[in-house]
């Protein structure tokens, strides 16, 4: 079984930041890609930013500018900062890893934004 565990979220005022944490139980060279997706109430899941075992990067249109994706091989861990935080960003964030065969995911930690 592949593990992914997020963690990071929380309450925010507008224009503040977070940093989410996805750390996996395996090396993150076993995916392919990795991302993160959020889900608002009544909302349809949604990707936010991912990136690819070379390095590459990808991110909603929404969130352009504002939040970056990374990764740390050595410690198997995706991480995505998150600045200038908007209410619209309230959401579950959750991680994400493709693999050959599966799609793996996180439990999902949650980001409030609110004055």
């Known amino acids: 079984q592949v593990q992914l565990v997020e963690s990071g979220g929380g309450l925010v005022q507008p224009g503040e930041s977070l940093r989410l944490s996805c750390a996996a139980s395996r090396s993150i060279f076993s995916f392919y890609r990795m991302g993160w997706y959020r889900q608002a109430p009544e909302k349809q899941r949604e990707l936010v930013a991912a990136?690819?075992?070379?390095?590459?990067?990808n991110y909603a249109d929404s969130v352009k500018g504002r939040f970056t994706i990374s990764r740390d091989n050595a410690k198997n861990t995706v991480y995505l900062q998150m600045n200038s935080l908007k209410p619209e960003d309230t959401a579950v964030y959750y991680c994400?890893?493709?693999?050959?065969?599966?799609?793996?995911w996180g439990q999902g930690t949650q980001v409030t934004v609110s004055s």
């Open positions: 990136i690819t075992s070379g390095g590459s990067t």
């Open positions: 994400n890893g493709q693999s050959q065969f599966y799609d793996y």
